[in-house]
């Protein structure tokens, strides 16, 4: 196909998408065994904003970048934000991190400790603090907290505690600010999770209003969960905040979007075309929520952008009048092939078209590869914390 064979509404979506990058995606990472080092990574979230921008002006639809508190702390927030919107980059979302001090050893906001838990709500007032000086439109909250062994806390306690602080927190957003809530069934408590699943994510955003919403990370389900279903249930509701895109094969591993199961990724982007979720004021942020531990990070983030844009295409290509009528029809097979000859369809030369219509680079990888940004930031990145 080329970009002919897209509607004019399609083709609209496609040049208006947008996927906001983690700026941790650019540092090293590792897993709890080693973290690995690779030369020419960022020294400072300024230099993390320089890679996402250049990510940006290779393929086009990556102009925010996620912000994670306090690995991106700045002492001018201000100077932060500018240098970001002289490269075409805004903040987008504001990440808590109460998972690395020993105090939330036995949880955060859902600690038994009052102490613990003021400390943990008032980390999340400095965030929305973070959200005001940068422009950032939304705070987003993962948290750690579980337990290990049936009986070491009590799970309905602290359902209470976390509804608790949730709205101490939620009180203090502007209007113009909005909570996301992720969940993830196990990982670092491996007994219980206190926000396992997105119905208890959801129920806590139903108590707390209409600015709070659910955030899914594609990474967070046991094996064989049908995720777009719960995409399907959460935008009829009206409460997917945003995506956290990336792909798995076993556990919460972050690697690279559409890596591990493209069809997945598909199936997922062709709720959000039939529910006309993908115009960027739909009120869904797509995000990354990944790690480069051995490939080079700044290809690993083009790849993943246009991984999504390739999905994207596959879905907006779906012949949903077709569909419909094979569904009307009780055609089980004819409407599976719908969908299916969509997913089969080589996309690659239609957004080469429509990255040359915008003046963007046909193959952004190539590119950049030919480009001498990594001997260049290799060179100049040196000393400092990478
Ligand atoms: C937790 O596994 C998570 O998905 C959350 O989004 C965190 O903020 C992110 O990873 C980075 O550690
Ligand atoms: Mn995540």
Known sequence: PTLADLSPEA??????????????????????????????????????????????????????????????KVDDYDRLRRHAEDQGITIGTINSNVFQDEDYKL?????????????????????????????????????????????????????????DSLAQIYAHLGEDQQLVLEYKFFEPAFYHTDVPDWGTSLVHCL????????????????????????????????RLGAFDFNSRFYADDDLIVGSADPYQLFRIMNEIVSAGALAPDSGVNFMLDQCHNLEEKIPGEIR?????????????????EALAAAQ???????????????FSTDVRPLLAELRESQGLPVDPMKTFLASGYLERVRAERVGGDA
């Open 304 to 320: 993943s952008a246009t991984n999504v844009q390739e999905s994207t295409a596959k879905a907006l290509l779906v012949d949903r």
């Open 328 to 342: 009307r029809a009780g055609d089980v097979l004819g409407a599976n092939d719908v969908l299916t000859a969509a």
């Open 207 to 238: 108590a707390l209003g209409e600015r709070a919403k659910v955030v899914l990370d594609t990474g967070h389900h046991a094996p064989g969960t049908n995720i777009e279903f719960i995409v399907a249930q959460l935008l009829r509701l009206g």
């Open 107 to 163: 949880g955060s906001l859902t600690n038994a400790d009052e102490r613990i838990r003021a400390k943990a709500v008032a980390h999340h007032v400095e965030c929305i603090d973070i959200m005001r000086a940068t422009g950032a439109p939304a705070l987003k909250i993962w948290l750690a907290d579980g337990t290990n062994y049936p009986g070491q806390d009590s799970i309905r306690e602290r359902q209470d505690r976390l509804a």
């Open 11 to 72: 083709l609209s979506l496609l040049r208006t998408q947008s996927i906001e990058l983690p700026s941790w995606a650019f540092g090293n990472s590792g897993t709890r065994f080693r973290v690995f080092t690779t030369a020419g990574v960022p020294r400072d979230p300024f230099e993390k904003i320089d890679d996402v921008a250049e990510v940006h002006r290779l393929t086009g639809i990556t102009p925010r970048v996620s912000l994670h508190i306090p690995w991106d």
